[in-house]
T-cell receptor, first 114, second 115 residues
Framework: GAVVSQHPSRVICKSGTSVKIECRSL??????MFWYRQFPKQSLMLMAT?????????EQGVEKDKFLINHASLTLSTLTVTSAHPEDSSFYIC??????????FGDGTRLSIL | AQKITQTQPGMFVQEKEAVTLDCTYD???????LFWYKQPSSGEMIFLIY??????QNATEGRYSLNFQKARKSANLVISASQLGDSAMYFC????????????FGTGTRLKVLA
């Protein structure tokens, strides 16, 4: 089945640091990638939709300058949390899809900002 | 208005028994897709099963089946012969329309399988 790789799986860093998370589709070309945030014991919240070669579409309330998304190729999208603060600590998970096929998810990244 | 509703925050089932996880949805679009994902405690999201709004038959994938009742706008997941490894969080999701691939997720149901 389709495989999506997300890296790193866990990040612990100091407040003010920028953190980059990578999402790769390993065995298919993903026209669209999605970035979600999940708080403990809650559902997934869509942050943005990323299309290769174009600017990401952010959901209402998501700060574009805080969460920079780049989708440079059909197999790679990155999320950079800029100048991270403790309130940015969360579980971030990406997914990739092609057309109407089910989205396939990465394993997620647990971000802890001290 | 909430578009995907999962009314069971938690469920218990005895090993080897069947369990039904409820999901109702709300949309006025005739074209939509419904999905179920499993999220173990490790965090990854595992795709289980898909039902398209125009599909005539209920979807099945191994021990998973989707009880799709279009008039009632429900898409319940049925897990047969539960196993200990089925203990996880289960999310129902909907994709609306033909021109978007965004998902809306329900709040999830935590399933615990008892030995």
């Amino acid at each position: 089945g389709a495989v999506v790789s997300q890296h790193p799986s866990r990040v612990i860093c100091k407040s003010g640091t920028s953190v980059k998370i990578e999402c790769r589709s390993l065995d298919f070309q993903a026209t669209t990638m999605f970035w979600y945030r999940q708080f403990p014991k809650q559902s997934l919240m869509l942050m943005a939709t990323s299309n290769e070669g174009s600017k990401a579409t952010y959901e209402q309330g998501v700060e574009k300058d805080k969460f920079l998304i780049n989708h440079a190729s059909l197999t790679l999208s990155t999320l950079t949390v800029t100048s991270a603060h403790p309130e940015d600590s969360s579980f971030y998970i990406c997914s990739a899809g092609t057309g109407i096929q089910p989205q396939h998810f990465g394993d997620g990244t647990r971000l802890s900002i001290l | 208005a909430q578009k995907i509703t999962q009314t069971q925050p938690g469920m218990f089932v005895q090993e080897k028994e069947a369990v039904t996880l409820d999901c109702t949805y709300d949309t006025s679009d005739p074209s939509y897709g419904l999905f179920w994902y499993k999220q173990p405690s490790s965090g990854e999201m595992i795709f289980l099963i898909y039902q398209g709004s125009y599909d005539q038959q209920n979807a099945t994938e191994g021990r998973y089946s989707l009880n799709f009742q279009k008039a009632r706008k429900s898409a319940n997941l049925v897990i047969s012969a539960s196993q200990l490894g089925d203990s996880a969080m289960y999310f129902c999701a909907m994709r609306e329309g033909a021109g978007t691939y965004k998902y809306i997720f329900g709040t999830g149901t935590r399933l615990k399988v008892l030995a």
